[in-house]
């Protein structure tokens, strides 16, 4: 029997309502305004930031919620839900999906991507948890660890893909055929068209992102347009 949560998002759009303290819309607020007006177009889920984003996004919208906490540590290139205590945190908030970053890098304190989700499954056997991804392997491999979702979110963005071309269909496409899990597409994906082009790939969902919620990257892109 398929997850419920699972099953509120296959086929749809997931718009990721997130800013960081430097952007204009860096606001819980703001962001939970973000959400419900992503509700409004169609979304059928939020990916968010912060505890503090997803409290007021979870009173503004009844959509399932994929989780993260963005926090750097001076020994680990990893900011997507590094350690056990933006887990916990993210529990404690009731996140539907819990995303972390699931590349071969070594995490915090040096600890491996295996032994720090050994210790989270064991915690949480119920949760839903969200592997971020950077290649094809690192899918199959957090797939084979036993992630819920494998998700293509970190192609581009780690040493090893920097010149990968986004968004990463042909990622999507192996996985989708070869991992046995829920793919989310996810990272580039900035047009109609795109969105389009990744749910053919066979995959549960699809992110969007800056395309939606960043107007300053909206007008970058229009004025690029102008610019000779």
């Known amino acids: 029997m398929e997850n419920p949560t699972l099953k509120k998002i296959k086929n749809g759009l ?54 993260i906490i963005k926090k750097d540590y001076a020994d680990s290139a990893i900011y997507i839900t590094p350690t056990l205590q933006e887990v916990d945190a993210l529990v404690k908030a009731r996140c539907d999906i819990i995303a972390l ?18 210790t989270v499954r064991k915690r949480y056997p119920a949760q839903l948890f969200m592997a971020d991804c950077a290649c094809y392997e690192e899918g199959m ?56 082009r990744a749910m053919q790939t066979g995959v549960h969902a699809a992110v969007v992102g800056s395309a939606i919620t960043r107007p300053q990257e909206i007008t970058k892109r229009f004025m690029e347009a102008i610019t000779f």
């Open 14 to 67: 997931i718009v990721s309502c997130q800013a960081l303290p430097q952007e204009p819309l860096y606001s819980s607020y703001i962001m939970a305004r973000m959400a419900y007006a992503a509700w409004q177009g169609g979304a059928c889920g939020i990916r968010a930031n912060t505890v503090q984003d997803i409290t007021e996004i979870k009173k503004a919208v009844n959509l399932p919620i994929i989780g």
């Open 141 to 196: 491999y957090a797939a084979e660890l036993g992630f819920d979702i494998i998700a293509t979110t970190m192609s581009g963005y780690t040493a090893d893909t920097k010149n990968e071309s986004l968004p990463n269909y042909s990622m999507m496409e192996k996985l989708v055929q070869a991992c046995n899990k829920p793919v989310i597409a996810e990272g580039g994906i900035s047009t109609p068209h795109q969105l389009a």
């Open 101 to 118: 970053d699931a590349t071969k890098r070594l995490r915090p304190k040096g600890q491996s991507l295996d032994a720090f989700f050994a």
